[in-house]
């Protein structure tokens, strides 16, 4: 069965940091595109970041540029998000999530998503 | 960056109605990218459908997808009470994915 499991939320101060993790199972993870998305709460879904199988390609939302840093470890099977200069409007559930790819081609949606993992940032 | 916006906000229907929900793009969409998804409370979105007609593994036949360019369209032929839900769009033609802000079925 395919699994992602989020971790590393928590209450953060403005200005913190916070690193997100996402294990996963079930899957070739070395072969798999993979993506940040959140959700304010009572809010829509917003794309923040993706990164392709081997890490040597990274997208960002311009609402976190310079500030989240995405990466992996495929010998880990675990993906991570590195959230510096938090602020009260990163405040939202983190969902890790996996891309489509079919024969090689990366599709930017994701067709698996995790359970999600909380982030607050307060004073 | 291309905006979706989805139409109406909330759509009050009884079980067995047919649901018409749309989507329309700022800018044409490319090659019919475009994805729905379901979320239901307290839980993670589902991929419903992709390249705007496609199911998704596991989607019902009741639910179909329709448009290109700028205009989409998720359909639930009848309504079961499990579709009572947020569905969002989101296209994928550039690496800029974006979502439209949702619409909700709920029950009259």
């Known amino acids: 069965e395919v699994q992602l499991v989020e971790s590393g939320g928590g209450l953060v101060q403005p200005g913190g940091s916070l690193r997100l993790f996402c294990a996963a199972s079930?899957?070739?993870?070395?072969?798999?595109?993979m993506t940040w998305v959140r959700q304010a709460p009572g809010k829509g879904l917003e794309w923040v970041s993706s990164i392709n199988y081997s890490g040597g390609t990274t997208y960002y939302a311009d609402s976190v540029k310079g500030r989240f840093t995405i990466s992996r470890d495929n010998s880990k099977n675990t993906l991570y998000l590195q959230m510096n200069s938090l602020r009260a409007e990163d405040t939202a559930v983190y969902y890790c999530a996996k891309d489509m790819v079919l024969n090689h081609y990366w599709y930017y949606f994701v067709d698996v998503w995790g359970k999600g993992t909380t982030v607050t940032v307060s004073s | 960056e291309i905006v979706l916006t989805q139409s109406p906000g909330t759509l009050s229907l009884s079980p067995g109605e047919r649901a018409t929900l749309s989507c329309r793009a700022s800018q044409s969409v490319t090659s019919f990218y475009l994805a729905w998804y379901q979320q239901k409370p307290g839980q993670a979105p589902r991929l419903l459908i992709y390249d705007a007609s496609t199911r998704a593994t596991g989607t019902p036949d009741r639910f179909s997808g329709s448009g290109s360019g700028t205009d989409f369209t998720l359909t639930v032929s009848r309504l079961e009470p499990e579709d009572f839900a947020v569905y969002y769009c989101q296209q994928y033609g550039s690496s800029s994915r974006t979502f439209g802000q949702g619409t909700k079925v709920e029950i009259k």
């Open positions: 079930g899957f070739t993870f070395s072969t798999a595109a």
